[in-house]
C-alpha cells in the first residue's frame, strides 16, 4: 500500500540532476524507513511534506509515522525520485543516451526539469560562459515529443486500418498505441477533451493533426515541474528574468511547451546540499525549505553544541546566505517536491483502526503505545472510499467490506470520493468473520 508514484529529474547533462537528487534524498539517512519494496539504482527517496492531521487533534506528541516522521504537526511522507540521464538536442534520434532516457521516462508519473540559468553550460552539457538557457525548456520538450510523435507516426497505418475494422474508439485505439508509456485510459481520455476532439474520426487525422494531440497528451501524461537551477551564479539574474518572461501566463489549459509559470522554480541544489551536509556535521542548525540557518555565533538558543566556523566555511555559508536565502527565500528544492505532488493532485489518507485514538488498532486506549496516525498513503485524484480499501492491501478487506467511517464516526458511501481535510481518514470495518 506504498504510494507508489515516481518524480523524474530530467534536463540536459550537467544542469544539476543528480545534485538535485542528492539534496533532497539525503533525509533517508535521517531515518531510513520507507515503503518501497524496490529501489532501482538510480532512485531515491524524498520526503513530501504535508499538514499532519495529529495537530488538528492535539495529538502530535502521539504521531508515530510508520514511513517517514512527522515533526511539530508537519509530516514528511516518502516519495520516490529518479535520476534520469541528460538528454541534447537530438536524442530523440538516439543521439546520447535518448533511449536511456526515454525508457526511464516510462514510469514516471511526473517530471521535474533540472535547466541550468547560469549560463555555464551549452546545450551538450559543455562547461561554457554566457550561454542563453532561454530556449532548453522548450528543445527538451520537443525531444519527448519528437520521440513519441515518431513512434506514434510509424504504427499509424496500421492502427487507422485497425480501428476503422475493429471499430474501436478514439481512446481505446490510441490508449492501445500509448500503453507503452505507462498511461491509464483516462490520460488519453483527458487528452482527447482538452483537443477537443470528440466525434471526431481520428483516422483521418493529418500528421499535423496527430502531433497536436502529441502535445496536449504530453501535458497531461507529464505534469512538469521547472527547477531553475544555479541561482547563486552571477549570471542567473538575466537568465531567470528572460525565461520567466517567457512563460508569463502560461498556465491550466494553456501551457507553453508544458510549462505553467505557477510551477517554474528558483533553487540552488548545490548550497541545499552544502546546508544539509554543514548541518549533518554540526556546524548550522538548518531545515529544508527554512529562509536562513543558524551558527553557534549567532545568540540564539539551541545552538550551544554546534561547532565553531573556520574562514573558509563561514565564507562560503556568507555566500548562500546572501546570494540565495536572503534574495530568494529558500534554496527552492522543498518547493519543487510540493509542486510536483500538487501538480498531480495527490490527496494523502490516513487509515486508522480507530476514530477514538486514530491508532491502528482498534480499541480506544488513548495511552496505548503504538500512538496514532502510522500510516499516510497518497493516491490519485479522485480515488473513492471504496477504491482506497481495495488499495489498502488485502483483498480480504474488500470482500469483507462492511462499511467506512471518518472523524465524528460519520458513515461514508463507497463511491464517495475522498477529499482532504473531509473524509480523509478513514476507518474501515468488515463483516464478522470475514476476516
Ligand atoms: N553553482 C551551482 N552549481 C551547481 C548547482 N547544482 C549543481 N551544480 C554543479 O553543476 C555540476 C553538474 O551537476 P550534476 O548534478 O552532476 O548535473 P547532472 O549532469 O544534471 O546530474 C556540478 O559541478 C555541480 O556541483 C547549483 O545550484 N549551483
Ligand atoms: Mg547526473
Not at 334 to 351: K, M, S, T
Request: proline share 4%; net charge neutral.
Amino acid at each position: 500500500m506504498a504510494s507508489s508514484f515516481v518524480v523524474a529529474c530530467v534536463g540536459k547533462p550537467s544542469a544539476g540532476k543528480s545534485s538535485f537528487l542528492n539534496a533532497v534524498t539525503d533525509a533517508t539517512a535521517k531515518v531510513g524507513n520507507f515503503p518501497f519494496t524496490t529501489i532501482e539504482p538510480n532512485q531515491g527517496i524524498a520526503y513530501y511534506p504535508i499538514a499532519c492531521p495529529c495537530a488538528a487533534h492535539n495529538l502530535s506528541a502521539r504521531c508515530k509515522p510508520r514511513h517517514g516522521w512527522c515533526q511539530n504537526g508537519q509530516r514528511y511522507v516518502p516519495i520516490r525520485l529518479m535520476d534520469v540521464a541528460g538528454l541534447v538536442p537530438g536524442a530523440s534520434e538516439g543521439r546520447g543516451l535518448g533511449n536511456q532516457f526515454l525508457d526511464d521516462l516510462r514510469h514516471a508519473d511526473a517530471l521535474i526539469h533540472v535547466v541550468d540559468a547560469s549560463g555555464m553550460t551549452d546545450d551538450q552539457g559543455r562547461e561554457t560562459r554566457g550561454y542563453d538557457p532561454v530556449d532548453d525548456i522548450r528543445w527538451l520538450r520537443g525531444e519527448i515529443e519528437a520521440w513519441i510523435f515518431g513512434n506514434l507516426d510509424r504504427k499509424w497505418g496500421g492502427t487507422v486500418r485497425r480501428h476503422v475494422a475493429i471499430k474501436a474508439t478514439p481512446v481505446e485505439t490510441l490508449h492501445g498505441q500509448l500503453a507503452g508509456y505507462g498511461t491509464g485510459r483516462e490520460i488519453v481520455q483527458r487528452a482527447l477533451d482538452r483537443l477537443g476532439a470528440h466525434g471526431q474520426d481520428i483516422s483521418l487525422w493529418s500528421s499535423e493533426e496527430l502531433r497536436s494531440f502529441v502535445r496536449v497528451f504530453l501535458d497531461c501524461r507529464f505534469p512538469t515541474i521547472v527547477a531553475l537551477n544555479k541561482i547563486d551564479m552571477p549570471d542567473a539574474d538575466k537568465n531567470i528574468s528572460a525565461i520567466v518572461r517567457r512563460y508569463h501566463g502560461a498556465k491550466g489549459v494553456a501551457l507553453r511547451d508544458g510549462v505553467s509559470e505557477e510551477n517554474i522554480v528558483l533553487t540552488s541544489a548545490l548550497a541545499e546540499c552544502f546546508l544539509r551536509k554543514m548541518a549533518k556535521q554540526k556546524y548550522i542548525l538548518y531545515e529544508t525549505g527554512q529562509d536562513d540557518f543558524v551558527t553557534a555565533e549567532d545568540k540564539q538558543p539551541g545552538n550551544d553544541g554546534l561547532r565553531s566556523l573556520d574562514d573558509r566555511v563561514r565564507g562560503r555559508l556568507d555566500n548562500i546566505r546572501d546570494l540565495v536565502l536572503f534574495r530568494y527565500g529558500s534554496t527552492g528544492v522543498q518547493d519543487v517536491l510540493v509542486r510536483a505532488v500538487e501538480a498531480l493532485g495527490y490527496v494523502p489518507v490516513f487509515p486508522v483502526k480507530s476514530l477514538a485514538n486514530f491508532g491502528a488498532s482498534a480499541g480506544g486506549d488513548l495511552a496505548g503505545s503504538s500512538g496514532c496516525f502510522q500510516d499516510c498513503v497518497l493516491v490519485r485524484p479522485g480515488t473513492t472510499v471504496r477504491e482506497f480499501a481495495r488499495k489498502l492491501h488485502n483483498q480480504q478487506l474488500d470482500r469483507a467490506y462492511a462499511g467506512a467511517e471518518t472523524v465524528g464516526n460519520v458513515k461514508l458511501g463507497e463511491d464517495d470520493v475522498i477529499v482532504p481535510g473531509k473524509n480523509n481518514i478513514i476507518k474501515y470495518s468488515m463483516q464478522a468473520g470475514g476476516a
